[in-house]
């Protein structure tokens, strides 16, 4: 006994000479990561998983190393002032954002916690950064600002397809910052191709129906929807009331002609929203969001839906058809 004391002893004289801690370490606490976007749940799960996979390949464990506050306006953008204080009294670490409805409600919430927008649009005449190289304050991340001549192409595809028409039906929200920007590059590139466009606001999900209605009315010869999260969160019934109406439609997003709209012609949504990740690591790991630049979108996408076409009685050109970078049925 006297031994095994003596040897004890001599043990803890040597691990203090080396300055060893004898405490036990504590792991890490997760660090908290907030998410807040116009859609529903259920609308945004895939672009959710897209963000929370991204950072579980960055070696970012939901539990263990993060925990995500998810909030989500089921499509109201007057749940988001709410949703926003809300998170914000959970004090995250960094807070992911959808479009500039989002990310203005987070601002008026919070001053100095780090903003990561995924979608936003026109961020330095919205007020949200100084400049894309050098955003300086709290926010950083993402824009989807086309070129007029981004969105012209949309437009240019959806002719080749529909070459009678004349007419065409401009969805619109002017509410979000930004919005101004979108509707001048469409109708530079309308009047470029020779379009007259009726426009129809879109200042809330359930006014869908009625913008249709008014649009089948004008007897406008197709319909194309401006990037807006009102119209993104509800493309399921944009595309629906499209073909019930007959109005061949161009989109900027995807999303929409995998739905079942026409063409589109844009950026990806999915990609930002994996890129956004890329932004939460940085900042996490301790770099200072005004000084990370913004990234705008370099790589656009053109994909057409030949089920939408039939349905239509439409025939989309072989040379279209060649320079789709997808097709959908």
């Given at each position: ?194 379009i007259t466009l009726h426009v129809v606001e879109l200042r809330s999900r359930d006014a869908l129906e009625q913008a249709f209605a008014e649009m089948a ?63 939460v690591d940085r900042i996490l790991k301790g770099a200072r969001p005004g000084d990370l630049p913004i990234e705008q979108p370099s790589r656009f996408e ?28």
């Amino acid at each position: 006994m006297v031994a095994a004391t003596g040897w004890r002893a001599l043990l803890a004289v040597v691990i203090a000479a080396a300055g060893v801690d004898t405490t036990l370490a504590q792991p890490p606490k997760p660090r908290r990561v907030g998410y807040i976007v116009v859609a529903s749940e259920a609308e945004q799960v895939r672009l959710t998983r897209t963000f929370e996979d991204a950072m579980r390949e960055l070696g970012y464990v939901e539990g263990r190393d993060v925990v995500y506050e998810r909030r989500f306006a089921d499509g109201k953008p007057e749940n988001l002032p709410a949703l926003a204080a809300e998170l914000v009294e959970l004090k995250p670490d960094v807070i992911v954002s959808g479009a500039n409805p989002v990310v203005d409600a987070l601002r008026r919430a919070t001053t100095t916690i780090p903003i990561v927008m995924s979608t936003s649009r026109d961020a330095v005449r919205a007020g949200y950064v100084e400049s894309y190289a050098r955003p300086g304050g709290h926010v950083t991340g993402l824009v989807t600002d086309p070129s007029p001549e981004a969105i012209g192409k949309g437009l240019e595809a959806f002719r080749e397809i529909v070459p009678r028409a004349r007419r065409v039906g401009l969805l619109w929200n002017p509410a979000p910052s930004g919005a101004a920007t979108y509707r001048a590059a469409a109708e530079a590139a309308a009047s470029r191709s020779g379009i007259t466009l009726h426009v129809v606001e879109l200042r809330s999900r359930d006014a869908l129906e009625q913008a249709f209605a008014e649009m089948a009315r004008e007897r406008v010869d197709g319909v194309w929807v401006l990037p807006d999260p009102l119209a993104y969160t509800g493309r399921a019934t944009v595309v629906r009331l499209a073909r019930q109406y007959r109005l061949p439609s161009v989109f900027w997003q995807r999303e929409f002609v995998d739905a079942g709209g026409l063409v589109s012609y844009g950026s990806s949504v999915e990609a930002n929203f994996r890129r956004a990740a890329a932004y939460v690591d940085r900042i996490l790991k301790g770099a200072r969001p005004g000084d990370l630049p913004i990234e705008q979108p370099s790589r656009f996408e053109l994909v057409v839906n030949t089920g939408a076409a039939e349905a239509l009685g439409l025939a989309i050109p072989a040379s279209l058809m060649l320079r789709a970078d997808d097709v959908v049925r």
